[in-house]
C-alpha cells in the first residue's frame, strides 16, 4: 500500500493540473492533503474534479480559522468510518478508518499552526492523544510546521528571513521541535529522519522557509515495522507545483 502527503499551497490554483500530474505519476492507495483553499465551494466542486481526476474518494475537513484539509482513498479500499476534527486546531484534521487485509488502519491529514511555536504544540499533543498510537495501526500526517528532534537544524534556521524566525525557534534561539516531538513521545515513529528537506521547492520557494523538513508522516509501531522506502518526491512537475514537495512511503500491509 502505497501513502503520501502533500500541502498543494492555496488550493493549488492554476497549477492544479500539475498537482494531479505528480499524484497520477506516484499512484498513492491513500493521499493526504493540505490548504485545499475553496475545495467545499459551489457544491465541492473543485473537490469533486481533484477526486476524479486521481480515482479517489475524498473525505474534506473544513477549517474555521485556516483551510480545509482532505484525506483521499482509493476504491479497492472502503472507508469504515470518517471523522472531521476543527475544534483547537489553526486549520483542521480530516480521518479516515479504511479496511485492509491486515485490519482496520487509521489515517489522518493535519495542519499544525503555521505562526506559533506553542500552540503547534499543544495541537500536536491534543491529536497524538486523540489518535493514540496503542489503538493499532495509525497514521498521521502532513504539514506540522515543526521541525524534528534529532536533526540538524542549523541551514534551515539560517536560511529563513528575521521576520520568520519565531516560527521555528524558541526563546533560546534554538530550533523549536516540541510539536513533532509530542508525538514521538507518544509513541509514534517518524519515518522521515533523514529524508532531507521538504520545503521549498524550486519553483515556489519563500522567504519563509529555510530548507526545512516540514511535512512528516507519523506512525504507531505496527506500521513502522512494515514501513519501506519514504522519499521526498523532487523533479519534474514536482518541482513547481506547490511549494512544499510531496513526501511518499510503502506499507507493506498487501503487496503492490
Same mark, same amino acid.
Given at each position: 500500500?502505497?501513502?503520501?502527503?502533500?500541502?498543494?499551497?492555496?488550493?493549488?490554483?492554476?497549477?492544479?493540473?500539475?498537482?494531479?500530474?505528480?499524484?497520477?505519476?506516484?499512484?498513492?492507495?491513500?493521499?493526504?492533503?493540505?490548504?485545499?483553499?475553496?475545495?467545499?465551494?459551489?457544491?465541492?466542486?473543485?473537490?469533486?474534479?481533484?477526486?476524479?481526476?486521481?480515482?479517489?474518494?475524498?473525505?474534506?475537513?473544513?477549517?474555521?480559522?485556516?483551510?480545509?484539509?482532505?484525506?483521499?482513498?482509493?476504491?479497492?479500499?472502503?472507508?469504515?468510518?470518517?471523522?472531521?476534527? %476543527? *475544534?483547537?486546531?489553526?486549520?483542521? =484534521?480530516? +480521518?479516515?478508518?479504511?479496511?485492509?487485509? &491486515? !485490519?482496520? $488502519?487509521?489515517?489522518?491529514?493535519?495542519?499544525?499552526?503555521?505562526?506559533?511555536?506553542?500552540?503547534?504544540?499543544?495541537?500536536? %499533543? *491534543?491529536?497524538?492523544?486523540?489518535? =493514540?498510537? +496503542?489503538?493499532?495501526?495509525?497514521?498521521? &500526517? !502532513?504539514? $506540522?510546521?515543526g521541525l524534528a528532534p534529532g536533526e540538524d537544524h542549523t541551514a534551515g534556521l539560517a536560511g529563513l528571513a528575521?521576520?520568520?524566525?519565531?516560527?521555528?525557534?524558541? =526563546?533560546?534561539?534554538?530550533?523549536?521541535?516540541?510539536?513533532? !516531538?509530542?508525538?514521538?513521545?507518544?509513541?509514534?515513529?517518524?519515518?522521515?529522519?533523514?529524508?532531507?528537506?521538504t520545503v521549498p521547492t524550486p519553483g515556489l520557494g519563500g522567504k519563509e522557509f529555510g530548507p526545512m523538513r516540514?511535512?512528516?508522516?507519523?506512525?504507531?509501531?505496527?506500521?513502522?515495522?512494515?514501513?519501506?522506502?519514504?522519499?521526498?518526491?523532487?523533479?519534474?512537475?514536482?518541482?513547481?507545483?506547490?511549494?512544499?514537495?510531496?513526501v511518499r512511503v510503502d506499507l507493506d500491509i498487501i503487496p503492490r
Amino acid at each position: 500500500m502505497r501513502f503520501m502527503t502533500w500541502n498543494i499551497r492555496t488550493g493549488g490554483g492554476d497549477r492544479l493540473p500539475a498537482i494531479i500530474e505528480v499524484v497520477k505519476a506516484e499512484r498513492p492507495d491513500i493521499l493526504a492533503v493540505q490548504e485545499l483553499r475553496d475545495f467545499h465551494r459551489y457544491g465541492e466542486k473543485r473537490l469533486r474534479h481533484f477526486a476524479e481526476s486521481v480515482g479517489m474518494t475524498p473525505h474534506l475537513a473544513r477549517s474555521v480559522l485556516g483551510q480545509p484539509v482532505a484525506v483521499l482513498v482509493r476504491p479497492e479500499f472502503p472507508i469504515l468510518g470518517r471523522s472531521i476534527v %476543527r *475544534w483547537r486546531l489553526h486549520h483542521a =484534521a480530516a +480521518s479516515v478508518v479504511v479496511s485492509t487485509p &491486515a !485490519g482496520p $488502519l487509521t489515517v489522518v491529514s493535519t495542519h499544525l499552526n503555521p505562526f506559533s511555536p506553542y500552540r503547534r504544540m499543544r495541537e500536536a %499533543r *491534543w491529536l497524538a492523544a486523540r489518535y =493514540a498510537p +496503542s489503538r493499532g495501526m495509525v497514521l498521521v &500526517a !502532513g504539514d $506540522l510546521n515543526g521541525l524534528a528532534p534529532g536533526e540538524d537544524h542549523t541551514a534551515g534556521l539560517a536560511g529563513l528571513a528575521p521576520l520568520y524566525h519565531r516560527r521555528h525557534m524558541n =526563546a533560546a534561539g534554538e530550533a523549536d521541535t516540541r510539536a513533532v !516531538g509530542a508525538f514521538l513521545s507518544a509513541g509514534f515513529t517518524d519515518l522521515g529522519l533523514g529524508a532531507g528537506p521538504t520545503v521549498p521547492t524550486p519553483g515556489l520557494g519563500g522567504k519563509e522557509f529555510g530548507p526545512m523538513r516540514l511535512d512528516h508522516v507519523l506512525v504507531s509501531p505496527p506500521l513502522a515495522a512494515v514501513a519501506r522506502d519514504l522519499r521526498v518526491i523532487r523533479g519534474g512537475a514536482a518541482d513547481s507545483a506547490s511549494d512544499h514537495f510531496p513526501v511518499r512511503v510503502d506499507l507493506d500491509i498487501i503487496p503492490r
